[in-house]
């Protein structure tokens, strides 16, 4: 190993790249565009001032409580709460949700407030759509806003008969069977009903900048390295392939030079990506650097892996750049750059999570959303590891081959 | 220097190199001739290690080309046909990465690119990428490439095609350069002026065999009567000029080439002024007349049966 031409090899991949305006607009600037504008297709935004979501509340209830119910949600930035003195029915609530009319509509019944003061239970009926970050957050906050309410009736019975106010120094023995009663069988609860296209009650996710931000970091730093693999055809044609092999450079330092060449590309295009990507749009990547470092490594190593092999495989430039695209679309489309993986039917989620970019943005979406670590990450990173190991492998068969006389 | 015994390369049942010897000494130019398809990039790439031969034996310095790739590599600089440069970086960045792929660096790296910027007339363009050069300037710096770390051997293939006459009369002065400095240089070419002009000796190579070897006056002496005197005529009158040149002195034979008539003879001076006034009294035109003294095209002719810029059309 010739520690001299694999670091002239990387410093030259470094320098053309850099020589390369269009391409550094590829590189930086692009990712950075398409992340805002997917961003603000899917309808979810949280830097600057986005017009506010409606949350559509039946009130047939029209007590005190029912303005605590609220008050979460009124005084979140991203809702406007409009509030109707009459019932809905299911169906109205459906298609209220489905026509974009509300983010989310809740119906609260008579009796509610009677409840919070330990009258008979009352259920209230969310609707929202699954398919909307926005949804999910009103939903969230309706969530959090009646578990308090409801611990506190929980808390408030424990010192206070039903029906009853307590006095100052009303204090009983803390009763166990009550406490129990009164968390696991709330008086209030809220049954939610989702439009059925998308169980996203785990992914964590509250906006889509922490979907889209990785995502196009992971897609363009594919796609540069698919591009790139004209550069290898390009040097096979012209001869300066033919130049290195027979300068000092041993096969094994030119399948060497290649990857880290990409390899290094890709991890800082992807490390000015994410950091671009938390300055604008204010993403956190989670508590765990290492597991984000992983991820970031494990899939540089892989795009630069694929690039040398498309580039080996491909006769013509034009092929490799369309074979390079192409590859591109479909890894990002089916693995979930596009869109989460989360919003398609569950046998495209398996196929997804299967290709290593679905691996990659699972990893990110764990991270970012559900506060992974390296050992939760571990089984999506052996699998980019796996694809990693046999595309190099192929790769490097195939440029040895072509370095070798 | 180079040793090359009975060298074969196929590409399936195509004999591309069909047992090829030859031996170039020390400092010597050597040129491979031959129009293109005739072999001589795939003997330059077996020679250069690019290629594994399929028979036969090449020694370059003693070392054999199969058995010690790299020790060949070591003495050899090769200059491809194309333009084998990263030309969206400059002809400096170029320079640089190839000397440091062949383990220089520092201040030697960098005087050496000085001195070859300077050699191929390249200095003042040193910072400017190299896709913005003329074909010339593009060619230049290609040659100066293989010549970055120094080597005993160059291989050059075809390094003037495709530029201008003045830019290739410049390229034919640097490689002249290298020939004086005691550079040994294997050049190819099927310009057969560029290996009169250029080599010690030249190789004519056809069909993946070498069919002549040897400098060019003892080439040219391998014709023979070499004089050649070209005439139009209609057709009619071939066989009454056959008839005619039957009688005259000196005239060894004619023959017929793409509708014109060639008389050889041993000397063209002394057969011409007969020609001319066979034509006048036969009333025909004398404009269409020439004579061709012995060189490495009618030496290929001879050998071939056909011209060199025929088959390199």
């Known amino acids: 190993m010739n520690l001299q031409v694999i670091g002239a090899m990387v410093r030259l991949r470094l320098l053309r790249t850099l020589r390369d305006r269009a391409g550094l607009v590829w590189m930086f600037v692009m990712p950075m565009v398409f992340s805002y504008m997917m961003g603000m297709l899917m309808g979810d935004w949280s830097n600057g001032s986005p017009p506010k979501r409606r949350v559509v509340v039946y009130d047939q209830d029209r ?173 096979r044609q012209d001869r300066t392939l033919a130049r290195l092999v027979i300068s000092r450079a041993s096969a094994f330092d030119l399948v060497a030079g290649y990857f880290l060449g990409g390899m290094v590309i890709g991890l800082v295009q992807g490390a000015i990506l994410l950091g671009m990507n938390a300055l604008a749009f204010g993403l ?98 052996g699998g980019l590891a796996v694809w990693f190991v046999v595309v190099f492998a192929l790769a490097a068969a195939r440029l040895r081959r072509q370095v070798s006389a | 220097m180079i040793e090359v015994r009975d060298l074969v390369k196929k590409y399936g049942s195509h004999r591309a190199v069909d047992g090829v010897s030859f031996s170039v000494a020390r400092g010597e130019l050597f040129g491979l001739l031959g129009p293109n398809g005739a072999g001589k990039t795939t003997t330059i790439g077996v020679l250069s290690t690019l290629l594994r031969a399929d028979g036969g034996q090449v020694r370059i310095g003693g070392h054999d080309v199969a058995t010690a790739a790299k020790d060949v590599r070591r003495l050899i600089g090769v200059v491809p046909q194309e333009i084998a440069l990263y030309t969206d970086l400059s002809a400096h960045d170029n320079l640089m990465f190839w000397g440091r792929l062949h383990g ?54 075809e390094p003037t095609v495709g530029i201008d006459a003045q830019a290739r009369t410049r390229i034919l002065e640097l490689i002249a350069q290298l020939g004086r400095q005691g550079l040994t240089v294997i050049y190819t070419t099927h310009y057969l002026e560029e290996a009169e002009q250029l080599c010690d000796r030249i190789g004519v190579i056809d069909r993946g065999r070498l069919v002549a070897l040897g400098d060019k006056e003892s080439l040219i002496s391998q014709i023979g009567d070499a004089d050649m005197i070209r005439l139009s005529l209609p057709a009619a009158r071939h066989e009454a000029f056959r008839a005619a040149s039957a009688t005259w002195e000196g005239c060894t034979g004619v023959g017929e080439r793409r509708g014109k008539l060639e008389v050889r003879t041993p000397d063209g001076g002394r057969l011409l002024p007969v020609i001319q006034d066979w034509l006048r009294a036969n009333d025909l035109p004398l404009e269409q007349l020439e004579i061709e003294r012995p060189n490495l095209e009618t030496l290929y002719l001879n050998l071939t049966g056909r011209g060199l810029r025929e088959d390199a059309s």
């Open chain 1, 63 to 235: 007590g005190p409580a029912v303005e605590r119910l609220l008050a979460p949600l009124r005084a979140h930035e991203r809702f406007e709460v409009v509030v109707v003195d009459s019932a809905a029915t299911d169906a109205r609530a459906r298609a209220l949700t489905d026509n974009g009319g509300a983010t989310a509509v809740l119906r609260i019944p008579s009796g509610f407030t009677g409840a919070m003061a330990g009258g008979a239970k009352v259920d209230l009926q969310l609707t929202v759509d699954g398919n909307r970050l926005s949804s999910q957050t009103a939903r969230s906050v309706i969530d959090r806003s009646l578990l308090r309410m409801n611990t506190e009736q929980a808390a408030r019975s424990l010192v206070a008969a039903p029906g009853t106010t307590p006095g100052r120094n009303d204090a009983r023995a803390f009763d166990d069977k009550s406490f129990a009663e009164g968390w696991e069988q709330p008086r209030m609860r809220l049954q939610a009903s989702t439009l059925g296209r998308l169980p996203t009650n785990d992914w964590g996710l509250t906006r889509s900048a922490q979907h889209v931000g990785p995502a196009y970091v992971l897609f363009f730093m594919l796609m540069f390295m698919m591009v790139s693999a004209k550069d290898l055809v390009q040097e």
């Open chain 1, 284 to 381: 956190d990547y989670g508590d765990s650097p290492a597991a984000l470092v992983a991820v970031v490594v494990m899939f540089a190593a892989f795009a630069s892996s694929a690039s040398i092999l498309l580039g080996t495989l491909a006769r013509t430039g034009p092929q490799a750049d369309g074979l390079g695209s192409g590859l591109t679309m479909a890894l990002g489309a089916v693995g979930g750059l596009w869109w989460p993986l989360e919003v398609v039917p569950p046998f495209m989620q398996a196929i997804g999570k299967a290709l290593p970019t679905g691996q990659a943005i699972s990893i990110f979406h764990g991270l970012v959303g559900r506060g992974w670590g390296l050992g939760e990450s571990a089984p999506l990173l």
């Open chain 2, 104 to 157: 220089l660096g520092g201040a030697a790296l960098t005087r050496r690119v000085g001195d070859l910027l300077a050699m191929a007339d390249l200095a003042d363009a040193a910072r400017r990428k190299v896709e913005t050069f003329s074909g010339g300037m593009q060619r230049r710096l290609n040659l100066v490439a293989g010549l970055i770390h120094e080597p005993e051997v160059l291989f050059l293939d």
